[in-house]
């Protein structure tokens, strides 16, 4: 078959899109920039890549009239621009315009379990973009989740963070919220398993695991799979704001996202009982198996996806090429050189820079930065890397992001998405002399943006001078 698939920089469709080319199938990927996208990991001719954004209509002229599925898996909750929900109203209704200008005969549509009057703004608005796109000229198939258990996925990494930071923790009453989470595993079963399937067509599914737990016993079956012994207490006068920020200073949510969360995280999301997973032969994971087969993954350094990858802001909403051409004129640069032996090994060294690995030099000094950037609104260095030895174009890298991985090429290019009075970027470069060239460049917003810069200035002649000291560092023999 033909499948359109769009999301697919975001967590489902990353680790959907594999297991539909191992199936045969031809997939067109819509993505709003495509040097986010990393083509070397599909060597097959039945990808192709489109470059659309939904909220332009024009733009979805691209998509083929030769479809047979379409996978919806657009999410905007994470936002930090705009109103999430108008944004998704008007990627759905898009969508749906032209989706019913072409042959296709189902749409597959992942939502959230919507079981109750009392809903959130999250999860009115996915009600409302199931709304939107039934009753067309396709056939619509919804697949209704709440938590997805699974390497990466935010409420995995959230209750990780909650566990693994704190021993104990004075909570707000929605820990006592009931839900029934499901394993990544069976999300991807299912939405393969209804592609095509006429049995499914116009239907809604509620898919959870075979649990039902509140958040606080989730955190506490977390932990001791983890082999630790954590305290939570719940208090009732934690408000949604205060809650809000809880989540966001010590977990590594982004502020809208934790404030968008705790309000979904009052309301049950419990299943109502369906025959799907008997339908299709799908045996569903209890949340103890996905939380170990979550850690397999990661041990392993075979982390597909991460919610942190989804992008958040409209920075790069015309592209990363833009930032790929670092500026020379009215900034300012710390250019520091170095010879080295074993280029190689200083490559390996740059491309698992950052995360647990850490800067190599002055990480203390890289920390409290974070954390000055977290009280103003900024990401701070909570994001970490996905994986531990790879990155490619759009990873979020602590407060940078990969504008560009080029490992042949031996450069590696950031930029900062912490709150700066102008722009950043952090290169490493080795070229063919073996001479690795570490830039620093900031282009200054006005004169903020110039006393940022001196009042910096000592802190990155430490820090920057240890760091290249460390990069080039033959092995230890």
Aim: hydrophobic residues 40%; positive net charge; aromatic residues 10%.
């Amino acid at each position: 078959m033909k499948i359109l698939l769009t999301g697919v920089t975001g967590y489902i469709a990353q680790r959907l899109l594999p297991v539909l080319l191992d199936q045969g199938h031809e997939v067109v990927c819509c993505v709003r920039n495509i040097e986010r996208f990393n083509k070397k990991n599909y060597l097959t001719s039945n990808l192709t890549l489109i470059e659309v954004d939904f909220l332009k209509k024009e733009s979805l002229q691209k998509i083929p009239d030769d479809i047979d599925v379409a996978y919806y898996l657009i999410h905007s909750m994470s936002t930090q621009i705009g109103d999430f929900e108008n944004m998704e109203e008007q990627c759905a209704t898009n969508f749906k315009n032209r989706i019913e200008q072409t042959q296709t005969k189902q749409v597959i549509y992942l939502s959230g379990i919507t079981n109750t009057e009392d809903l959130s703004k999250h999860l009115s608005s996915r009600k409302n973009v199931e709304t939107i796109l039934s009753g067309s000229k396709f056939a619509l198939t919804t697949l209704k989740a709440g938590i997805i258990v699974g390497s990466g996925s935010a409420s995995f990494e959230i209750i990780r963070d909650l566990v693994e930071k704190l021993p104990f923790m004075i909570t707000p009453r929605w820990l006592k919220t009931k839900c029934q989470p499901i394993a990544i595993r069976n999300v991807i079963e299912f939405l393969v398993g209804v592609t095509g399937n006429k049995e499914t067509y116009n239907n809604s599914y509620d898919i959870g695991g075979p649990d039902i737990l509140s958040y606080k016993e989730m955190l506490l079956r977390f932990a001791k799979i983890r082999g630790l012994k954590r305290r939570i207490l719940i208090v009732p006068v934690m408000t949604p704001k205060i809650s809000s920020y809880w989540l966001y200073f010590v977990t590594a949510t982004s502020y809208p996202l934790a404030k968008n969360l705790v309000h979904s995280m009052k309301i049950e999301v419990i299943c109502k009982p369906n025959n799907l997973a008997t339908l299709l032969g799908i045996k569903l994971l209890d949340y103890d198996t996905a939380i170990k087969l979550a850690f397999d993954k990661i041990e392993q350094n075979q982390v597909l996806s991460s919610w942190k990858d989804a992008q958040t802001s409209d920075l790069f909403s015309t592209g990363f090429s833009k930032f790929i051409e670092v500026p020379v004129n009215g900034c300012f640069k710390d250019v520091r050189t170095r010879t080295v032996s074993d280029p190689e090994f200083t490559l390996e060294k740059i491309w698992s820079i950052g995360g647990k690995t850490g800067w190599y030099y002055g990480n203390w000094l890289w920390e409290i930065r974070g954390f000055l950037d977290q009280l103003i609104g900024g990401v701070g260095m909570r994001r970490g890397r996905k994986s531990a030895t790879e990155l490619v174009t759009g990873d979020a890298l602590d407060f940078w992001r990969v504008i560009l991985a080029d490992k042949e090429d031996k450069r590696l290019l950031l930029f900062a998405e912490m709150k700066l009075p102008g722009e950043a970027w952090l290169e490493f470069k080795i070229d063919e002399k073996n001479i690795l060239t570490q830039t620093a460049t900031f282009r200054p917003l006005g004169l903020l943006g110039r006393l940022y810069w001196y009042s910096v200035l000592p802190f990155h002649g430490f820090i920057f001078r240890g760091m290249i000291k460390r990069l080039a560092r033959a092995r230890k023999v």
